[in-house]
């Protein structure tokens, strides 16, 4: 079993930064990418950002491009997202995946962090 856990959310002023951790952990982690998704009240989950172990390739939303950067240290098995120039309406719960391949399903999810965006 493979087990995520998020942390680095909590309460910031727009124009305000945040760095998200997500910790993979379990018996045999074997990941060829690890996505973060949010989920604001009332919406889907929505993709934000995804990063390959091998070679760090890194893909985001239109939304988020140019204000946040997803980052892994594999020797720690833990990828960051730093967000930079947050908007109220980056408010959500912010999640981390991981995934075995570049077309299957994201299989392993985090409890999730809550980012709070005050205007």
């Known amino acids: 079993q493979v087990q995520l856990v998020e942390s680095g959310g909590g309460l910031v002023q727009a124009g305000g930064s945040l760095r998200l951790s997500c910790a993979a952990s379990?018996?045999?982690?074997?990941?060829?990418?690890m996505g973060w998704f949010r989920q604001a009240p009332g919406k889907e989950r929505d993709f934000v950002a995804a990063i390959t172990w091998s070679g760090g390739s890194t893909t985001y939303a239109d939304s988020v491009k140019g204000r946040f950067t997803a980052s892994r240290d594999s020797a720690k098995n833990t990828v960051y997202l730093q967000m930079n120039s947050l908007k109220p309406e980056d408010t959500a719960v912010y999640y981390c995946a991981s995934r075995s391949g570049i077309n299957v399903p994201y299989h392993y999810w985090g409890q999730g962090t809550q980012v709070t965006v005050s205007s």
């Open positions: 379990g018996r045999t982690f074997r990941s060829y990418s």
